[in-house]
């Protein structure tokens, strides 16, 4: 009996060292340190000044982690797949160090430089986005997962009226395409990639005639193999044709900003509001395992003293403090009950926002459209209308 009130002992020894444990864990970030976004092109031709592509993101729903599905409301995260990378073309445009910035519909557009992203995780408190990058010969320039999690300080008024709360990670992605294109892009292939991006725009065209400039070898990647003439007609259509590309890329960027705009107030106000909810949610978490850590001890104590003890008295408090750890493990059931509801609370917060965010309505030369879910659709009927518009103009040569 000695024994097995020994080891009781130690059990309940551990356990009560594992609740002090847990209850001193702490995982709030109390500040949070501003990385700014570095400028390195004031000196260079605009003709070594590669144009990025933007796509949409990936909401990540079918990587969302184990634990965190029943938080993650599916249409958040839809939202912010075209939230982040507006924010993204935003910073790189305001860095100087790269052309033309666009958010892309789709990939129809060759570009210089296509950034693709695809959030992971986004809860008010941290964000992980992982971005690829690559350029229009095919290279793939890297992978890398970036991560930021912010203090409440980042919500303060002050502070938000000058940058969004995640500014730090868009900075840090803005940073690392620069010093990637300074250490391993030269002039002659900024020049190549350039000169690329309009061959494979116009082949989409005139895929007959200008095929034949380039190839593809084995990796995947595309290699010039010769150009036409500078004072080609045929070229000179193409880039008129391109020019009125752009411009109606140029067009679907005012839809992303107007999105953004009438984004960001209910986005922030969720966000903050999820920031403050995570961090309960996670406290709740802890409290129900301390309950539950905290409770095991009090009945294995309680046990082993009614079962041991040698009189009444011991005996009938050994049941008292079984009670009450069988009511701590209760409140445990409970805590995470109410942890629950928070959950629930969340995806409340996630459709009200997604209400308040409706499609816009935009004006082109000859028409009115809608931007919705189905921006890609028109861009791919605007696509058709530059064939048609090319035909014409070949056909009058």
């Not at 926002?353 to 879910?373: S, Y």
């Not at 189905?374 to 090319?390: C, F, H, K, N, P």
Request: aromatic fraction near 8%; include cysteine; charged fraction near 25%.
């Amino acid at each position: 009996m000695k024994a097995i009130r020994q080891i009781l002992r130690n059990q309940t020894g551990l356990i009560l060292i594992a609740f002090i444990a847990s209850a001193c864990a702490t995982h709030t970030v109390k500040t949070t340190v501003y990385t700014p976004v570095i400028s390195d092109s004031q000196n260079v031709s605009e003709d070594f000044l590669l144009d990025v592509g933007i796509a949409i993101f990936d909401p990540g729903i079918d990587e969302i982690k184990r634990g965190e599905e029943e938080i993650t409301n599916h249409d958040i995260r839809v939202a912010e797949s075209r939230y982040a990378p507006y924010l993204l073309s935003e910073t790189l445009q305001r860095s100087g160090n790269w052309g033309i910035v666009r958010l892309m519909p789709n990939n129809a557009s060759p570009m210089d430089v296509l950034m693709n992203g695809t959030v992971l995780q986004s809860d008010g408190e941290t964000m992980s986005l992982r971005i690829s990058v690559s350029d229009s010969t095919g290279r793939a320039w890297y992978t890398k997962v970036y991560d930021q999690a912010i203090s409440q300080f980042s919500y303060d008024p002050s502070q938000r009226q000058q940058n969004d709360p995640f500014q730090i990670l868009y900075n840090n992605i803005a940073n690392d395409l620069l010093a990637f294109r300074k250490a391993n892009i030269s002039d002659q292939q900024i020049v190549e990639i350039r000169t690329i991006s309009e061959i494979l725009f116009a082949q989409r065209f005139s895929p007959e005639i200008f095929d034949t400039y380039l190839t593809e070898d084995r990796r995947g990647n595309i290699q010039i193999v010769s150009l036409p003439a500078e004072n080609d007609p045929l070229l000179g259509r193409v880039r008129d044709i391109r020019e009125r590309d752009f411009m109606f890329i140029d067009t679907v960027q005012d839809y992303y900003a107007t999105y953004v705009r009438q984004m960001r107030l209910p986005y922030d106000s969720w966000r903050e509001q999820s920031y403050h909810e995570t961090l309960e949610l996670r406290e709740l978490r802890e409290s129900a395992r301390r309950r539950f850590i905290g409770g095991a001890a009090a009945v294995i104590a309680g046990v082993a003293a009614a079962t041991n003890g040698g009189n009444y008295a011991s005996q009938v408090g050994g049941i008292s403090a079984a009670s009450a750890g069988a009511y701590l493990i209760k409140s445990g059931f409970d805590k995470r009950a109410e942890a629950q509801m928070h959950m629930e609370a969340l995806e409340e917060l996630g459709q009200s926002l997604e209400d308040e965010v409706a499609p816009q309505v935009i004006n082109l030369e000859d028409r009115t459209i809608t931007l919705t879910g189905s921006v890609e659709e028109q861009y791919g009927q605007w696509r058709e209308i530059l064939a048609d518009l090319y035909a014409t103009e070949v056909g009058e040569l």
